[in-house]
């Protein structure tokens, strides 16, 4: 069977990148047919995973968790629960809400950090106690008070987590070279313990970790600034999660917090994800030694070299798409000619510095994707395990960097549509 896949699959390679080219999508017989071969495949082992964790979340996980909530003080509204969402868990809306609903209220005693409100979580000292004192409740298992929670926790797989052969597939990019900082924080400031319990700890503390801690359930819901529609609010007895958006939520809408204002590198690096809008992204440029910055939107619509104002407007605003992109075409109206034309060029000697094309990228997650769909027929070894682990972390690498790479192209494209337009207005002036 390995020897097949592999006859098939280096088939797939010479064929494929006798293809391509800009334009070109056709593929041969050969190709093709695997590549839906491979798409049934993973199809299945999706839906398969999908119902499974369908059914974990919503009649066991979270109906276990939300119990304990209530067992300990807490309130959840009945109108949430987990569902999934092209393949990502969150919290999901089951019937309308008004702007104010309380979602949910977590007593302090649930908390991992903050005891009480005159006792938050401060500085780095307060935040490795946090970590060691979740390890250790993860290490006493069921003993632990805290066990419905962490039992219910699931970990991304941050560039931390990853092999060398994975980070060498972000070429170069931004947080390559910082993929470790976290660790060697803890390393160095707390002084913790790195075992298995002590990892997942780590990783749920930078991936899940909110101002007062680790806080139950509210940490289920998922980040999007532009779309941002609860907020955590301290009281004097806990913490509350409301509903505060411009207007009510709805069924079945996911309900959004923010994580803030970080680029997208911080949010990969952090989190395991490149948010879907805003996206803040940031390079530099070989050539001028300049840093540049900008922010995507939907449609191409794109703010470069954005400014602290713009940036606030942008993430602490409730506004509709059309709104955000109409701000960010105003911004790109008011720079100079110059300054657009410096970035087109910079981008362009950016995009022109990779080892390989977006294309060339297209191709080789592809060629990912088969070789994880042929994996998945053979034995669930723990050096299988591995080798999925290490083949699904360099994909996450390769589709980042394309991410960057497709919106970086966008962003050259829309100022040089606006440098285009602003140099026929200036001509026409000088008629």
């Known amino acids: ?70 067992q300990h003080g807490g309130q959840v509204d009945p109108r949430i629960d987990v569902g999934i969402r092209d393949g990502i868990r969150g919290i999901v809306a089951t019937a309308d809400m008004d702007v104010g609903t309380q979602l949910l209220f977590c007593p302090w ?22 970590v060691q004192d979740m390890a250790d409740a993860m290490r006493r298992g069921t003993d632990s008070l805290w066990h419905p929670y962490l039992d219910h926790i699931e970990l991304p797989r941050l560039p931390a987590m990853w092999d060398q052969a994975a980070i060498d597939e972000l070429q170069s990019m931004p947080p390559s070279q910082d993929v470790t900082r976290h660790i060697r924080w803890f390393e160095q400031s707390c002084d913790g313990n790195l075992d298995e319990a002590g990892m997942k700890a780590l990783v749920a503390f930078i991936s899940r970790a909110n101002e007062v801690g680790m806080t139950p359930i509210y940490d289920l819901l998922n980040h999007h600034n532009g779309r941002r529609n609860a907020k955590l609010q301290i009281v004097e007895d806990g913490v509350r999660l409301v509903v505060v958006c411009a207007g009510p939520v709805h069924k079945n809408d996911q309900l959004y917090l923010s994580y803030g204002i970080k680029t997208a590198s911080t949010m990969f690096r952090d989190y395991g994800f490149v948010e879907d809008w805003p996206t803040a992204w940031n390079f530099r440029s070989k050539t001028s030694g300049d840093n540049f910055a900008f922010v995507l939107f939907p449609d191409g619509a794109a703010a470069i070299n954005p400014t602290g104002d713009l940036l606030k407007s942008l993430w602490q605003s409730d506004m509709s798409l059309l ?49 994880l769909s042929l994996l998945s027929d053979q034995s669930r070894s723990e ?27 966008s962003a050259m494209m829309c100022a040089d549509a606006m440098g285009q337009s602003l140099r026929e207005r200036i001509s026409r002036q000088d008629l």
């Not at 695997?34 to 964790?53: E, K, P, T, Y």
């Not at 034309?341 to 362009?348: H, I």
């Not at 999925?388 to 972390?393: K, L, Q």
């Not at 394309?402 to 192209?409: G, Q, Y």
Request: with cysteine; proline share 1%.
């Open 1 to 70: 069977m390995q020897n097949k896949s592999r006859k098939f699959l280096m088939m797939y390679r010479r064929t494929r990148r006798r293809k391509i080219s800009v334009c070109s999508c056709h593929l041969t017989l050969l190709s093709t047919l695997l590549w839906f071969l491979s798409c049934f495949v993973q199809r299945i082992h999706a839906g398969a995973a999908a119902s499974s964790n369908d059914h974990e979340n919503k009649d066991e996980g979270f109906a276990r968790l939300v119990r304990w909530m209530r």
């Open 383 to 409: 050096n299988d395990v591995t080798n999925r682990s290490s083949m699904e972390d360099a994909g996450s690498a390769i589709r980042y960097r394309s991410d960057f790479k497709r919106a970086l192209n």
């Open 109 to 130: 005693e649930l908390i991992i950090g903050s005891r009480d409100i005159d006792h938050q979580m401060q500085g780095e000292v307060d935040m490795c106690q946090v």
């Open 323 to 371: 709104e955000y992109q109409a701000l960010a075409e105003t911004h790109m109206r008011s720079l100079a000619l110059a300054d657009l034309e410096r970035f087109v060029v910079c981008a362009r000697d950016r995009l022109d510095e990779f080892p390989t094309t977006l294309q060339e990228d297209e191709v080789k997650l592809e060629e990912n994707q088969i070789a």
